[in-house]
Protein backbone atom coordinates (compact mmCIF):
# COMPACT_ATOMS: atom_id res chain seq x y z
CA UNK A 1 0.00 0.00 0.00
CA UNK A 2 3.02 2.38 0.83
CA UNK A 3 3.79 2.53 -3.29
CA UNK A 4 0.30 3.86 -3.56
CA UNK A 5 1.18 7.77 -4.00
CA UNK A 6 -2.50 8.82 -2.95
CA UNK A 7 -2.49 7.24 0.32
CA UNK A 8 -1.12 9.99 2.63
CA UNK A 9 1.41 9.65 5.70
CA UNK A 10 1.33 7.09 8.38
CA UNK A 11 -2.50 6.69 8.00
CA UNK A 12 -4.58 5.34 10.58
CA UNK A 13 -8.32 4.97 10.94
CA UNK A 14 -10.28 5.67 14.15
CA UNK A 15 -12.17 2.45 14.86
CA UNK A 16 -15.04 2.27 17.91
CA UNK A 17 -16.77 -0.72 19.23
CA UNK A 18 -20.07 0.31 21.12
CA UNK A 19 -21.42 -2.05 23.68
CA UNK A 20 -24.56 -1.72 26.37
CA UNK A 21 -21.69 -1.11 28.97
CA UNK A 22 -18.80 0.14 27.39
CA UNK A 23 -17.23 1.08 24.58
CA UNK A 24 -13.93 -0.08 22.82
CA UNK A 25 -12.09 2.49 20.98
CA UNK A 26 -8.78 2.11 18.90
CA UNK A 27 -6.48 4.01 16.45
CA UNK A 28 -5.46 0.88 14.02
CA UNK A 29 -2.25 0.94 11.30
CA UNK A 30 -3.61 -0.62 7.57
CA UNK A 31 -1.93 -4.08 8.65
CA UNK A 32 -4.01 -4.43 12.10
CA UNK A 33 -2.17 -2.99 15.00
CA UNK A 34 -3.89 -0.78 17.49
CA UNK A 35 -0.82 2.50 18.13
CA UNK A 36 -3.56 3.45 20.48
CA UNK A 37 -6.53 1.62 22.94
CA UNK A 38 -8.97 3.58 24.73
CA UNK A 39 -11.83 2.09 26.70
CA UNK A 40 -15.15 4.13 27.63
CA UNK A 41 -18.01 3.81 29.55
CA UNK A 42 -21.24 3.76 27.61
CA UNK A 43 -23.83 5.24 30.19
CA UNK A 44 -26.80 3.79 28.01
CA UNK A 45 -29.04 4.76 30.95
CA UNK A 46 -28.77 8.32 29.42
CA UNK A 47 -30.54 7.82 26.61
CA UNK A 48 -29.31 7.51 23.10
CA UNK A 49 -28.92 11.30 22.76
CA UNK A 50 -26.13 11.42 24.91
CA UNK A 51 -24.83 8.30 24.05
CA UNK A 52 -24.65 9.34 19.67
CA UNK A 53 -22.90 12.42 21.92
CA UNK A 54 -20.29 10.34 23.39
CA UNK A 55 -19.37 8.23 20.24
CA UNK A 56 -18.58 11.58 18.38
CA UNK A 57 -16.57 13.27 20.90
CA UNK A 58 -14.38 10.14 21.59
CA UNK A 59 -14.18 9.62 18.05
CA UNK A 60 -13.21 13.33 17.29
CA UNK A 61 -10.55 12.96 20.42
CA UNK A 62 -8.73 9.45 18.79
CA UNK A 63 -8.40 11.63 15.51
CA UNK A 64 -7.04 14.50 17.09
CA UNK A 65 -4.91 12.36 19.34
CA UNK A 66 -3.77 10.92 16.26
CA UNK A 67 -2.85 13.60 13.92
CA UNK A 68 -0.79 15.17 17.45
CA UNK A 69 1.32 11.49 17.58
CA UNK A 70 1.95 11.85 13.38
CA UNK A 71 -0.67 9.85 12.07
CA UNK A 72 -2.79 10.81 9.20
CA UNK A 73 -6.42 9.68 10.30
CA UNK A 74 -8.16 8.52 6.96
CA UNK A 75 -11.67 6.89 7.96
CA UNK A 76 -13.99 6.38 11.05
CA UNK A 77 -15.47 2.88 11.72
CA UNK A 78 -17.95 2.33 14.66
CA UNK A 79 -19.85 -1.04 15.34
CA UNK A 80 -23.31 -1.23 16.80
CA UNK A 81 -25.48 -3.69 18.81
CA UNK A 82 -28.95 -4.91 17.15
CA UNK A 83 -30.19 -4.09 14.03
CA UNK A 84 -28.01 -2.54 11.43
CA UNK A 85 -28.41 -0.77 8.30
CA UNK A 86 -24.71 -0.98 6.58
CA UNK A 87 -26.19 0.30 3.42
CA UNK A 88 -27.66 3.34 5.14
CA UNK A 89 -25.42 3.75 7.76
CA UNK A 90 -28.57 3.49 9.90
CA UNK A 91 -28.26 2.18 13.15
CA UNK A 92 -32.15 0.75 13.27
CA UNK A 93 -32.80 -0.72 16.70
CA UNK A 94 -30.84 -2.03 19.44
CA UNK A 95 -32.26 -2.66 22.68
CA UNK A 96 -29.57 -2.63 24.80
CA UNK A 97 -28.06 0.95 23.58
CA UNK A 98 -31.68 2.49 22.51
CA UNK A 99 -30.84 3.71 19.27
CA UNK A 100 -34.11 3.85 16.68
CA UNK A 101 -32.87 4.62 13.13
CA UNK A 102 -29.93 6.63 14.42
CA UNK A 103 -28.30 7.96 10.94
CA UNK A 104 -25.08 7.35 12.70
CA UNK A 105 -23.16 7.70 9.69
CA UNK A 106 -24.44 10.53 8.65
CA UNK A 107 -23.17 12.47 12.16
CA UNK A 108 -19.94 11.40 12.27
CA UNK A 109 -19.08 11.96 8.61
CA UNK A 110 -21.04 15.57 9.87
CA UNK A 111 -18.46 16.01 12.23
CA UNK A 112 -15.15 14.50 11.63
CA UNK A 113 -15.61 14.79 8.15
CA UNK A 114 -13.94 11.69 7.37
CA UNK A 115 -15.36 8.81 5.28
CA UNK A 116 -17.26 6.43 7.73
CA UNK A 117 -18.75 2.83 7.98
CA UNK A 118 -21.10 1.67 10.26
CA UNK A 119 -21.03 -2.21 11.10
CA UNK A 120 -22.83 -4.88 12.99
CA UNK A 121 -20.60 -5.71 16.35
CA UNK A 122 -21.34 -9.51 15.35
CA UNK A 123 -20.27 -9.11 11.78
CA UNK A 124 -17.72 -6.58 12.42
CA UNK A 125 -16.29 -9.42 14.63
CA UNK A 126 -16.49 -12.10 12.70
CA UNK A 127 -14.50 -10.11 9.97
CA UNK A 128 -11.93 -9.98 12.17
CA UNK A 129 -11.60 -13.00 12.91
CA UNK A 130 -11.68 -14.20 9.24
CA UNK A 131 -9.15 -11.98 8.08
CA UNK A 132 -6.49 -11.11 11.20
CA UNK A 133 -8.12 -13.88 13.78
CA UNK A 134 -8.88 -17.65 14.03
CA UNK A 135 -10.29 -18.03 10.20
CA UNK A 136 -7.18 -16.29 9.04
CA UNK A 137 -6.36 -17.89 5.56
CA UNK A 138 -9.50 -19.68 4.79
CA UNK A 139 -11.82 -17.88 2.86
CA UNK A 140 -15.25 -19.10 4.05
CA UNK A 141 -15.82 -19.02 8.19
CA UNK A 142 -18.85 -19.12 10.09
CA UNK A 143 -18.09 -16.79 13.26
CA UNK A 144 -20.33 -17.80 16.12
CA UNK A 145 -20.48 -15.80 19.52
CA UNK A 146 -21.94 -17.77 22.14
CA UNK A 147 -22.81 -15.81 25.30
CA UNK A 148 -26.37 -14.28 26.91
CA UNK A 149 -27.51 -14.99 23.22
CA UNK A 150 -25.67 -16.54 20.37
CA UNK A 151 -25.52 -14.74 16.86
CA UNK A 152 -22.99 -15.54 13.51
CA UNK A 153 -21.75 -13.60 11.02
CA UNK A 154 -21.00 -15.45 7.25
CA UNK A 155 -17.71 -14.65 6.23
CA UNK A 156 -16.81 -15.16 2.26
CA UNK A 157 -13.25 -13.81 1.00
CA UNK A 158 -13.21 -10.40 3.79
CA UNK A 159 -17.06 -9.21 3.60
CA UNK A 160 -19.41 -10.17 6.17
CA UNK A 161 -23.27 -10.97 4.65
CA UNK A 162 -25.15 -7.97 5.77
CA UNK A 163 -28.59 -10.02 4.57
CA UNK A 164 -31.62 -8.02 2.64
CA UNK A 165 -32.85 -5.88 6.15
CA UNK A 166 -29.74 -5.74 8.19
CA UNK A 167 -30.34 -9.08 10.31
CA UNK A 168 -28.53 -11.83 8.61
CA UNK A 169 -26.66 -14.17 10.47
CA UNK A 170 -29.42 -14.67 13.51
CA UNK A 171 -28.18 -18.54 13.94
CA UNK A 172 -29.52 -18.22 17.45
CA UNK A 173 -33.38 -17.80 15.87
CA UNK A 174 -32.71 -21.30 14.14
CA UNK A 175 -35.23 -23.78 15.21
CA UNK A 176 -33.51 -26.71 16.69
CA UNK A 177 -36.50 -27.70 20.10
CA UNK A 178 -40.01 -27.57 18.46
CA UNK A 179 -41.25 -28.25 22.35
CA UNK A 180 -38.37 -26.53 23.95
CA UNK A 181 -37.94 -23.62 25.87
CA UNK A 182 -39.29 -19.88 25.08
CA UNK A 183 -36.75 -17.99 23.71
CA UNK A 184 -36.45 -14.21 23.84
CA UNK A 185 -38.26 -13.71 20.56
CA UNK A 186 -41.10 -14.61 21.38
CA UNK A 187 -41.13 -18.60 19.86
CA UNK A 188 -40.03 -21.88 21.30
CA UNK A 189 -37.14 -23.74 20.81
CA UNK A 190 -34.72 -21.28 19.43
CA UNK A 191 -30.88 -22.02 19.62
CA UNK A 192 -30.45 -19.44 21.94
CA UNK A 193 -33.04 -20.36 24.38
CA UNK A 194 -31.53 -23.81 24.79
CA UNK A 195 -27.87 -23.46 24.11
CA UNK A 196 -26.82 -19.77 24.89
CA UNK A 197 -24.37 -19.40 28.22
CA UNK A 198 -27.88 -18.09 29.63
CA UNK A 199 -29.83 -20.72 28.55
CA UNK A 200 -27.68 -23.46 30.50
CA UNK A 201 -27.37 -21.82 33.58
CA UNK A 202 -31.14 -21.18 33.74
CA UNK A 203 -31.71 -25.26 32.91
CA UNK A 204 -29.16 -26.36 35.06
CA UNK A 205 -30.77 -24.05 37.93
CA UNK A 206 -34.20 -25.28 36.76
CA UNK A 207 -33.65 -29.28 36.98
CA UNK A 208 -31.61 -29.14 40.11
CA UNK A 209 -34.25 -27.27 41.60
CA UNK A 210 -32.29 -23.69 42.51
CA UNK A 211 -33.30 -20.49 41.80
CA UNK A 212 -32.80 -19.58 38.88
CA UNK A 213 -30.66 -16.57 39.82
CA UNK A 214 -28.37 -18.89 41.99
CA UNK A 215 -25.59 -17.70 39.99
CA UNK A 216 -24.66 -21.12 38.56
CA UNK A 217 -22.95 -20.00 35.33
CA UNK A 218 -22.65 -22.27 31.97
CA UNK A 219 -18.82 -22.01 33.13
CA UNK A 220 -19.53 -23.82 36.27
CA UNK A 221 -21.87 -26.41 34.70
CA UNK A 222 -18.77 -27.29 32.36
CA UNK A 223 -16.87 -28.00 35.43
CA UNK A 224 -19.40 -30.05 37.20
CA UNK A 225 -20.10 -32.17 34.06
CA UNK A 226 -16.23 -32.78 33.62
CA UNK A 227 -16.26 -33.27 37.36
CA UNK A 228 -18.50 -36.20 36.67
CA UNK A 229 -22.23 -34.45 38.38
CA UNK A 230 -24.69 -36.45 36.14
CA UNK A 231 -27.15 -33.69 36.10
CA UNK A 232 -24.58 -30.92 34.63
CA UNK A 233 -23.35 -33.75 32.31
CA UNK A 234 -27.24 -34.25 31.28
CA UNK A 235 -27.40 -30.23 30.43
CA UNK A 236 -23.80 -29.82 28.94
CA UNK A 237 -24.60 -32.39 26.36
CA UNK A 238 -28.17 -31.16 25.75
CA UNK A 239 -26.67 -28.07 24.98
CA UNK A 240 -23.41 -29.30 23.22
CA UNK A 241 -26.48 -31.45 21.16
CA UNK A 242 -28.33 -28.49 20.06
CA UNK A 243 -25.21 -26.48 18.85
CA UNK A 244 -24.46 -29.40 16.54
CA UNK A 245 -27.95 -29.14 15.19
CA UNK A 246 -27.27 -25.17 14.80
CA UNK A 247 -24.28 -26.03 13.35
CA UNK A 248 -25.08 -28.48 11.09
CA UNK A 249 -27.80 -26.57 9.65
CA UNK A 250 -25.18 -23.58 8.76
CA UNK A 251 -22.94 -26.22 7.08
CA UNK A 252 -25.75 -27.20 4.99
CA UNK A 253 -26.47 -23.33 4.03
CA UNK A 254 -22.82 -22.09 4.04
CA UNK A 255 -20.63 -25.15 3.14
CA UNK A 256 -17.63 -23.08 4.76
CA UNK A 257 -13.62 -24.06 5.70
CA UNK A 258 -13.74 -22.82 9.46
CA UNK A 259 -16.59 -22.45 12.24
CA UNK A 260 -14.84 -20.06 15.03
CA UNK A 261 -16.91 -19.71 18.29
CA UNK A 262 -16.62 -16.59 20.02
CA UNK A 263 -17.81 -15.32 23.05
CA UNK A 264 -18.33 -16.41 26.88
CA UNK A 265 -19.31 -19.83 26.41
CA UNK A 266 -15.99 -20.87 23.92
CA UNK A 267 -13.73 -20.13 26.80
CA UNK A 268 -14.95 -23.41 28.18
CA UNK A 269 -12.23 -24.91 25.50
CA UNK A 270 -11.81 -28.65 25.33
CA UNK A 271 -14.94 -29.23 27.90
CA UNK A 272 -16.54 -27.49 24.82
CA UNK A 273 -14.77 -28.12 21.87
CA UNK A 274 -14.33 -32.27 21.79
CA UNK A 275 -17.81 -32.87 22.49
CA UNK A 276 -18.95 -30.33 20.31
CA UNK A 277 -16.54 -31.39 17.70
CA UNK A 278 -17.92 -35.50 17.83
CA UNK A 279 -21.30 -34.18 17.32
CA UNK A 280 -21.06 -32.18 14.63
CA UNK A 281 -19.24 -35.17 13.29
CA UNK A 282 -21.94 -37.29 13.91
CA UNK A 283 -24.63 -34.95 11.97
CA UNK A 284 -22.12 -34.75 9.06
CA UNK A 285 -23.37 -36.57 5.59
CA UNK A 286 -22.44 -35.66 1.94
CA UNK A 287 -20.99 -32.17 3.39
CA UNK A 288 -17.54 -31.37 4.43
CA UNK A 289 -16.81 -31.32 7.74
CA UNK A 290 -15.46 -27.62 9.09
CA UNK A 291 -12.78 -26.94 11.39
CA UNK A 292 -13.99 -25.80 14.57
CA UNK A 293 -12.16 -23.75 16.76
CA UNK A 294 -12.08 -21.20 19.11
CA UNK A 295 -11.79 -16.89 18.56
CA UNK A 296 -8.10 -15.72 19.02
CA UNK A 297 -8.87 -12.22 19.44
CA UNK A 298 -11.10 -11.87 22.15
CA UNK A 299 -13.27 -9.02 23.16
CA UNK A 300 -10.59 -6.60 20.33
CA UNK A 301 -12.54 -8.38 17.63
CA UNK A 302 -15.47 -6.18 17.37
CA UNK A 303 -12.83 -3.01 17.73
CA UNK A 304 -10.41 -3.96 14.98
CA UNK A 305 -13.26 -5.05 12.57
CA UNK A 306 -14.61 -2.05 13.08
CA UNK A 307 -11.36 -0.77 11.78
CA UNK A 308 -11.34 -2.83 9.15
CA UNK A 309 -14.81 -1.34 7.62
CA UNK A 310 -12.89 1.81 8.26
CA UNK A 311 -9.84 0.47 5.48
CA UNK A 312 -13.03 -0.53 3.00
CA UNK A 313 -14.53 2.43 3.00
CA UNK A 314 -10.76 4.54 2.52
CA UNK A 315 -9.89 2.32 0.08
CA UNK A 316 -13.17 3.36 -1.72
CA UNK A 317 -12.63 6.60 -1.48
CA UNK A 318 -8.89 6.51 -2.68
CA UNK A 319 -10.17 4.26 -5.93
CA UNK A 320 -12.84 7.18 -6.45
CA UNK A 321 -10.16 9.53 -6.21
CA UNK A 322 -7.91 8.00 -8.78
CA UNK A 323 -10.47 7.95 -11.64
ZN1 LIG B 1 -35.64 -16.97 19.01
Redesign the pocket.
Known sequence: MNDDESVPADPVVVALDVGGTGMKCAVVRPDGVAVRTERHPTNAARGPAAVIGTILDVAEGLADKARADGFTPVALGIAVPGVVDEVRGVAVWSANVGFRDVPLRDLAVARLGLPTALGHDVRVGGLAEARLGAGRGTGHVLFVAIGTGIAAAHVVVGTAAVGAHGAAGEI??ILVRPDGPR?????RG?L??VASAAAIGRRYAELADESPDGRVTAAEVAERAAAGEPLAGRVWQEAVDALADGLASGQALFDVATVVLGGGLAQAGDRLFVPLRAALHERMTFHREPRLVAAALGDEAGCLGAALLALDAARVRDHQEKR
Open positions: GHCGCGRCEA
